[in-house]
């Protein structure tokens, strides 16, 4: 069973470990390196972090991150879920990303929106599942090992807040 609970500065190691799996695949994010803990608590908004945990086991996390420091867009955030290699495909990130939503609408944002490789078919499947609708498509937005991706930018709009 998976619990989800809100991340702690002491989870992380683990935190880090699931981070460091998602750059490994080169379909998760532009980052090459974990940022450190300091980094990652200055960039990341400290009511939307959650950690999924088996048996004690964190196997995942989501976070949400500010889009912009102009206050218009307070109510937007931008998504980040990323679930440990063995805990794929057990609807690890669904649980995650489901409280994601229900935590963001409780701190007031309006707006989640994720940029996601489209090559990563299983998060852009995973956000259109619970809401999510394509916005736009940013060619050649970013360079990762020297190679130029494209980013598929998909948006969930709350039914709770900014009506």
């Given amino acids: 069973m998976v619990i989800i609970n809100k991340m ?6 683990a935190v880090a470990e699931i981070y460091q799996e998602g750059i ?12 450190s803990w300091k980094h990652w608590d200055e960039n ?14 964190i196997v995942g996390w989501a976070a949400l991150s500010s889009v912009s420091s102009r206050c218009v867009y307070g109510g937007v955030a931008e998504v980040s879920v990323y679930v440990s290699a063995k805990s794929r495909g057990q609807k690890v990130g669904e649980k995650l990303l489901l409280e994601l939503i229900e935590q963001s609408e409780e701190s007031g944002y309006w707006t989640l929106q994720s940029g996601i490789f489209p090559e990563n078919l299983a998060s852009i499947k995973l956000h259109k599942k619970l809401g999510f609708r394509k916005i736009g498509f940013r060619e050649r937005v970013g360079a990762l090992d020297g190679v130029w991706k494209d980013n598929i930018l998909m948006e969930k709009r709350s039914v709770k807040r900014g009506l």
């Fill in 44 to 57: 990341h908004i400290e009511s939307c972090r959650i950690v999924a945990k088996k048996e004690e086991e």
């Fill in 24 to 35: 490994q695949t080169g379909m998760a994010t532009f980052e090459t390196v974990v940022p």
């Fill in 8 to 13: 702690k500065s002491t989870d992380w190691k």
